[in-house]
């Protein structure tokens, strides 16, 4: 009895960092529509500064006000944020931001490793607050109850300033119609950017308060990020009493997972946020959302054709080109070029379903990342021939994306991109911890391609079969009624289903067709690198897809294809920089910045005004 | 009081306004008449900066706004009521007004949730109801309600009876008559010609966001044939 | 003539108040009819109902003698009843005959093929229905750049593509200017009368309803209020007084000009 209510004290404790962060996230979210990936950034920030400060400022009450001051100048860093990078974005496409909040993680990233240097640090213990005390006998750190005793204090002034004040009813009525605000006199630009400021003031709190329990990491921004995402979308996004609920309820659930079921730690948070919303689909407070009417942004698409003769020749030009690679280029450039041809069919399955279907993924990575497992594990546990793997890999992860498919089908948005997020994570977190059949942080090798495909040419010409073929094929379906039917249901639903188009069928269906085509790209991958490690199923890998779709242009055909390969030739060259990824984030906020249609988008539009491509309406 | 002068607007690649000029007075209540899509919400837009002109100018109280944000427009005492009632749905009544009330103004009527309630009962009965709970026509009191918080010398109105029952509409004028005896000038857009000519001193007619007539109800009964191509009465 | 539609008791409460009470009406064939009523009478609630997109609290609905109460949207429109919106509902990435084009793919259910190009299928049909309402012309523009009323007639073309035996307007001519009011009200009477459709609609444009509406039902709070032709319901008092108004407001303006 004495064990379980200590542990559920530890659990309330561990709930007051979490809820401070999520606050923030939630917050930000609720009244920019930016899901601010680099929330976790803020809340590493926070914890460094924090610890930076606590060096410097002696005693109980530098203590405090270190974590007072780390959450105030984490507040000042995303008002800089949101200034510098966020305000020229705002009018861009939806979500188009996000990939905007992406560069600055790398930023964010590299800035701390220059700052911290690469090595943990130890956060300090709060001086008064040292010792332990006993409860029913068991001991609790003096700590713990002091951050038991902050939490709803924090609560019930949030709570206050939102639903009571002046300020938290514009938050609350921008969250809603944010041109109207401005049209009634209120300067929404101020308003985002004190809603910014709050939020990331409350994120650095959120590090700086856990100090004396976790220290401080390079590797914490996204270590949180999943939790925080998590606890957002339990509790109902936008509710602050459904925060708080949701980070005690995942706490104390973790605490009590590491006592009696260690091994599934990681996977129990996914398994209740799944639990969660298919009784709940918008959370324990939270209510359904109604996509913004007056939020929308961005021109809608234009109509699509299947390439005409000029488009053709180019492509088929193009194959040629890369058909002749190996008589020319070197080994390297093979190497390279089958790199880029397996992440542009990653890129443009998500793109499919994104970009024809309005249906955004966070969790993409555990399609490629099924694939390729399912591969891996038929070859070194039932040694199947690679052949019989390569085959079965695509239709793995189809069958994944049917099942995960089905349970995030119920809900829309932002809450289907979450939970594709979470069911994407509890794939990892599976993989990774049950090591002795997934091998773990080991992951798995040896697992190279049948004989007739070994050596770097040979397989080079395979991935061009199948890594084009596929990009073709999903083209081609693009066209193709159910295409069409796809882009039906994204473009109004209600004419959709009054015309007879059951939209939640064909949604599901486009979803595992992109789920399959991923496991195709995950298959061709583990056979060219010979082995797979968790990391190709983490959240960075579907982020990874998300940017370079945005960036090659959600609302063109070849935006997948385009912003993939470029992505990654980009990388190949930029990673060989020791901070390649200040340099990477930096070159993403800028393309974000100046082409906010994308690549290919951006492209078009140059042709269009000097008159190399049709507008679509027959101007030239 | 507001000045219009040869402005061009356009929505993505489509050209809506025309060289658009126009002036009005100020204590003047003003109609714009013309068929949808004939360019009446994008002046209205236009002249808040919701939608930025490419060329022109618009000048409140002979200061130009054409560079200013929509909110710096407000704060100068332009009172914006869009059409299809964008009131803040999960807010209450009173939040909702809360959202546009604004200092007083020397020169403007000041207008307080009392004498608000007054000019419109139905909302103080309930004034602690989220407004999604209201009805069109409440919803329609309710944002012209909350413009007028913000203590307007100037109203714009967009479409003020569309949508609503017959008896609401005659409400509607009643209340707009209310607002120009207590000095403010209106510029609504309609479609409904006898609403307009009830409440307005003058009518101006835009068609393919170009200015086709500007004059009294008077003279433009007097040209039926301006009345049969453009409003077609 | 026979009833293509009949409600019987149609009732619908949201947590507590009565939206729609004991609605029972039924629509002959051939006719157009229309319903009117104030804001928040509980129109939308009782198309909502028709469609499928709203559960009835309790009641009946036949069409051509069949339940529809408890089936979707859709599969109520492949009974063989048309719909168009009040706010239109358009595919604003296609062109306007692909619009046309995808509900007819749907209506032969065709929609999870993967083979044959979506723009070469049913065209000429497609076509055919663009003409009927006058749109051919603009059969390959970009549906995003349509001007309103060209939408709401590219609409009429989407919902007649299955040939319906029942049309379900929803306020067909909001936000339109009255000449466009007229001619689309004039062009939907005359594809119905030669397809002999039945036609239910709401409209708060009083002279679209007086012109173009065999019957009148009015509905206030919830209940049918009065159900009969266009003079009986000019001079229902009780209808005058919740919603068409004493016509002070024009004899004023009369006085005024």
Known sequence: MGLIFAQLLTGLANAATLFLVASGLSLIFGVTRIVNFAHGSFYMLGAFIGYSLMQVLPGMFGFWSSVLLAGLAVGVIGVIVEMLVLRPVYKAPELFQLVATFGVILVIQDLALLTWGPDDVLGPRAPGLKGIVRIMGEPVPKYDLALIAITPFVLFILWYLISKTRIGILVRAATQDREMVGALGVNQAWLFTGVFFLGATLAGLGGAIQLPKGGADLLMDFNILAAIFVVVVIGGMGSLPGAYVAAVLISVLNVFGVTYIPQSTLVLMFVVMAIVLLIKPYGLFGREEVAGEHGQVGEPERPIKPAGTRGRVIVGGLLVILAMVPFF??????????????????????????????????????????????????????????????????????????????????????????????????????????????????????????????????????????GIGGILLLRHVAHTPFGYALRASRDSVRQAEATGINTKRIQWAAFAFAGAVAGLSGALFVFSKGSVFPTELELAKSFDALIVIFLGGVKTLAGGVVGGASLEFAKDFITRFEYWRLLLGLLIIFVVILAPEGIVGASRKLGERFGFVDDGEGRR | MIKVNNINSFYGKAHILNDLSFDIASGEVVAMLGRNGAGKTTTMKSIMQLVRPKTGTVSFKELEVSRMAPHQVAKLGLGYVPEERRIFTDLTILENLEVGRQPPRKDAPEWSVDILFELFPNLHERRNNRGKTLSGGEQQMLTIARTLMGNPLCLLLDEPSEGIAPVIVEQMAKTILELKKQGLTVLLSEQNLHFARMVADRAIIIEGGEKRFDDTFARLEAQPEIMEAYLSV | MSDVLEVKNLSKSFGGIQAVKDVSFSVKKGELLAMIGPNGAGKSTCFNMLMGQLKPTKGEVYFEGQNLIGRPTREIWRMGIGRTFQITGTYTSMTVVENVQMALISHHRRTMSILPYAHKMYKPKAMELLELVGMQDQAERHCAILAYGDLKRLELAIALCHDPSLLLMDEPTAGMAPTERIKLMQLTADIVKNKNISVLFTEHDMDVVFAHSHRIMVLNRGELMANGSADEIRNDPRVQEVYLGGGSLFEEAEIQA
Not at chain 1, 330 to 345: E, G, K, M, Y
Not at chain 1, 347 to 371: E, P, R
Not at chain 1, 442 to 463: E, H, K, Q, R, S
């Open chain 1, 329 to 466: 280029g070197s080994n390297f450039a093979q190497v390279l070029i089958t790199d880029i041809i397996i992440f542009a069919l990653f890129a443009a399955s998500l793109h499919f379903i994104l970009g024809l279907g309005g249906l955004v993924s966070f969790g993409h990575a555990a399609f490629f990342g099924s694939g390729a497992y399912v591969a891996a594990l038929l070859v070194s546990h039932a040694e199947s021939p690679m052949e019989i793997a390569f085959l079965l890999a695509p239709l793995g992860a189809g069958g994944a994306a049917i099942i995960i498919g089905w349970l995030c089908m119920r809900l829309t948005g932002v809450y289907f991109a979450m939970l594709t997020l979470a069911f994407a994570q509890l794939i990892w977190s599976l993989v990774y911890q049950w090591g002795e059949f997934t091998g773990g942080d080991d992951g798995l090798v040896d697992i190279w391609p049948a004989a007739w495909l070994n050596g770097t040419t040979p397989y080079y010409y395979f991935t061009l079969l199948f």
